[in-house]
């Protein structure tokens, strides 16, 4: 028998405007749960949705009630308050406290995934609510309280606050609403031990010791960024392309598809070969402040049409310094007097 489970998208219609016009709740779950049913089709849960019709609404314990003859029912959304700056997680779980462990994987995975910066309003808001002092073994949430009276467990999931801009802005990317999706799946399937039959038989990639500028590669599992930030669960979940590489310094930057780019410097130690890049793809790496550069026989002084001395083409040279539109100081001594300054594009790292 699969495990099966209720996903019930938050609201109907157009509900809950965002801090940036065109966010509402309504539709940022709407798409996530249909996302979210799919991805974990994949896994071989079996799924169901409280609501058919986008445009139909259903009360709150009747939408829980739904769960009856489900393992879990989850209820999917966005949070609002007055103060801006929140834009922490939260997830909720019953009273009884069944179903915790799963609110703090998918919470937490939520908060990875979405990477907002990292400041005090960040953060995994975990906790269950009684509907009284009188009746503390009754849920407050109506959704939660349906689903424990169907004999599920109700899982409340608040995907950070749509009136925090940085959080309005990740829930408006459908791209973003899938790594969650994918994110949130893969919690579930690691809690009830499922895998995916298909990654199971995918052929190992092939190794090499080498890696280089315009190679896709994965993020091994315990990597941190050069920062010592751990490296969120949505990188680990996608293949990258190398944009500059040196010593112990990788910068990897867009995904395979090209559809998402994260610029970031990692230890190779972290990464492994999935592709080596086609040749085309390769791109020259940008010399940086310190190398030892050589000018090509075309160049000229930055911004005029002038060349240098015939020397300066023929010798080494140290950049001594790049700015942000180009202008690179190059110089034949490594420290003290300067030769010129020249587009970085004439340089090529020796
Ligand atoms: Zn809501």
Do not use: Q
């Not at 495990?3 to 219609?13: P, R, S």
């Not at 972290?270 to 940086?288: F, Q, S």
């Amino acid at each position: 028998m699969p495990i099966k489970i209720m996903l019930d998208a938050g609201h109907y219609g157009k509900y809950n405007s965002g801090v940036i016009p065109g966010y509402y709740e309504s539709d940022m779950t709407w798409v996530l749960h249909k996302y979210l049913k799919e991805e974990l089709e994949s896994y071989g849960f079996e799924v169901g949705v409280t609501r058919e019709d986008k445009e139909k609404d259903l009360e709150v314990y009747a939408r829980g009630r739904m769960a009856e003859g489900y393992d879990l029912f989850i209820s999917l959304h966005s949070n609002a308050v007055g103060h801006e700056a929140t834009k922490r997680v939260v997830a909720i779980y019953p009273v009884s406290g069944r179903g915790k462990d799963i609110a703090e994987k998918l919470g937490n995975a939520v908060l990875e995934t979405m990477a907002l910066s990292d400041d005090r309003y960040n953060y995994l808001e975990l906790y269950k609510k009684p509907y009284s002092s009188v009746r503390p073994d009754t849920d407050w949430y109506g959704v939660i309280r349906g689903a424990v009276s169907a004999g599920s467990v109700g899982i409340i999931l608040e995907h950070s606050f749509h009136t925090n801009r940085e959080a309005c802005r990740f829930l408006m990317n459908n791209d973003n609403l899938r790594l969650l999706a994918s994110a949130e799946a893969k919690v579930l399937a690691d809690h009830y031990g499922y895998s995916k039959e298909a990654e199971k038989e995918e052929p190992l990639p092939p190794k090499s010791e080498v890696l280089a500028v315009g190679d896709i590669v994965t993020v091994r599992p315990g990597a941190v960024w050069e920062t010592g930030a751990p490296v969120p669960s949505f990188v680990y979940a996608d293949r990258w392309r190398i944009k500059s590489i040196k010593g112990n310094r990788a910068v990897i930057d867009e995904n395979e598809s090209g559809r998402n780019s994260i610029n970031s410097a990692i230890d190779p130690l972290y990464l492994t070969l999935w592709k080596k890049g086609e040749a085309g793809d390769k791109k020259e790496p940008v010399p940086t402040v310190g190398d030892r550069v050589t000018l090509s026989s075309d160049a000229v002084v930055y911004r005029t049409g002038r060349r240098f001395a015939d020397f300066v083409y023929r010798v080494p040279l140290y950049l001594r310094s790049l700015s942000d539109d180009g202008r690179a100081v190059i110089s034949t001594l490594e420290r003290g007097a300067v030769t010129g300054a020249v587009d970085v594009k004439y340089l090529r790292s020796l």
